[in-house]
Each structure stands twice: as structure tokens, then as C-alpha cells.
């Protein structure tokens, strides 16, 4: 198992609070993880609440965004839920902000189905991996319709409260527009990287491990000074948040 996204959330905008955000989640994350009863039942009463979370995940991918059915929200998101997707154009807020995202969403693309991969779960977070399948009849966020079938590799992480969905961050596979340069592949991607932004700094989120798998979301930052991915240098500041899976090996 191993897969990664990537979302070019905060681009140019000097001061971004992105890692201030996500660390803060992350140390709300660490107190719940940390009050686990250690004892049997306590460990048999987390395993069940960590497979309920993961179903509530499930449901709101299956029930609300690939078929549509909003009144599902008012049960299974908290008054107070953000969202974070990069592909939006702001955050999304409260039931109310949802039940508009998933409306405009479906306006756009029709046949939506997210096909879950993987769960990973630990406290109060379940990281879910998988593939959005889609047909794009309707503009999307400035983008002309195209009437094709396209499948986006995503990953999401999902904080759960009080048996609700309480935020949440969304990351889309790097690669999936044209393909690298097999040799630039080969050099490592880092590499690569660090040849673009002369001052990248990547600095990890939160990370959440069950068994012998483990998700991970990291900022990395840095001035856009060479070529990447076939875009020119803009000597901007970018912000980007990603995520990965991955199972390790004893």
C-alpha cells in the first residue's frame, strides 16, 4: 500500500497560516490519542469507536457526495465543520456550507463514485485513500466541461467529535495531469524539488498509524526560483499541504 496527494493550497499569499492551522488540529489530535485507556476493555472499546468513525467516513463519501442525499448531513457533520479543498475557492463551512459544496460539486459532475481503497485510523482522525470517479458536464471552479470521464486519486483526513465529522482536509494526487520526465523521476523528487524552490522546507502535520500502516500530512514551502512540472519560475512564495500512506515493513 502507498499513495500520495498533494494540494497547492496557499499559493502567494505571504504569512499563510496553513501550518499554524494544521498544527493545531494535530495537538487536539495528540490529547485524544493520549487518553486511551490502556487496559483490555479500553483497548477493545477504542477499536470499536475507531471502526465506527471509519463507517461515518464511508457513509458521508457514499451517501452525501456520491449519491446526493444532503439530509444525511444534519446526522453525520458537526454545526461547526470546516472543510479544506483545495479545489474550492474558499473553505467550506457548517451544515449549511457543506450541503452547498456538495450541490455545486454534483452540478458539475455527474456519475460520481468514490471507490474507498484504504482506511487508517488512530484517536479521533480516520484517513481515508481512494479514487473519485466522475463525468464532467458543468463548469467546475473556472473549468470548461468536458464531457469525459476522469478519475482523481484523493486522500482525506477526517477529524471526528462526538460521533460527528468535525473538519477536514482534502489532498489530490500530484500526477495527475501530464507525465514526468522519467529521468527527472529517477533523480528523486526532492531533488527536483529543491532545484525549483532553493529554500524548500517541508515540516510534518500529523501522522496516524494502525497496525503496520501509516498517514502522514506534511507543509512544504518554499520560492518558486527554476522550472517545475513544466511551469515557468515565478519567484512567488507557495504553500502547499500533501499527504501520503504508506505500510512499513518490520
Not at 482523481?152 to 467529535?161: A, K, M, N, P, T
Not at 498517514?215 to 499541504?241: K, N, R, Y
Request: charged share 30%.
Amino acid at each position: 500500500m502507498s499513495s500520495a496527494a498533494v494540494s497547492w493550497w496557499a499559493y502567494a499569499k505571504p504569512g499563510s497560516d496553513l501550518e499554524d492551522r494544521l498544527r493545531a488540529g494535530t495537538r487536539e489530535v495528540i490529547r485524544a490519542r493520549g487518553s486511551i485507556d490502556p487496559s483490555g476493555e479500553g483497548r477493545r472499546k477504542a477499536r470499536c469507536m475507531l471502526e465506527k468513525n471509519k463507517a461515518l467516513i464511508r457513509r458521508w463519501l457514499d451517501d452525501v457526495l456520491s449519491r446526493g442525499n444532503l439530509e444525511w448531513a444534519d446526522e453525520l457533520f458537526a454545526r461547526n465543520y470546516n472543510l479544506h479543498d483545495p479545489s474550492f475557492p474558499h473553505d467550506v463551512h457548517g451544515l449549511e456550507g457543506v450541503k452547498r459544496y456538495v450541490t455545486a460539486y454534483r452540478a458539475a459532475f455527474s456519475n460520481v463514485r468514490f471507490a474507498v481503497e484504504d482506511q487508517v485510523s488512530e484517536g479521533d482522525t480516520v484517513v481515508t485513500s481512494g479514487a473519485l470517479r466522475e463525468t464532467q458536464h458543468g463548469e467546475f471552479v473556472g473549468i470548461a466541461p468536458t464531457g469525459e470521464e476522469v478519475t482523481v486519486s484523493g486522500i482525506e483526513f477526517d477529524r471526528v467529535l462526538s460521533g460527528r465529522i468535525d473538519e477536514a482536509w482534502v489532498g489530490y494526487h500530484p500526477f495527475a495531469g501530464p507525465a514526468l520526465d522519467p529521468e527527472r523521476i529517477k533523480d528523486g523528487i526532492i531533488a527536483v524539488m529543491g532545484e525549483a524552490f532553493p529554500d524548500l522546507r517541508i515540516a510534518e502535520a500529523d501522522s496516524v498509524r494502525e497496525g503496520d500502516k501509516v498517514a502522514f500530512c506534511w507543509v512544504i514551502s518554499g520560492t518558486h526560483e527554476g522550472e517545475f512540472l513544466g511551469v515557468a519560475p515565478t519567484d512567488a512564495q507557495i504553500e502547499a499541504m500533501g499527504m501520503d500512506t504508506v505500510r512499513v515493513a518490520d
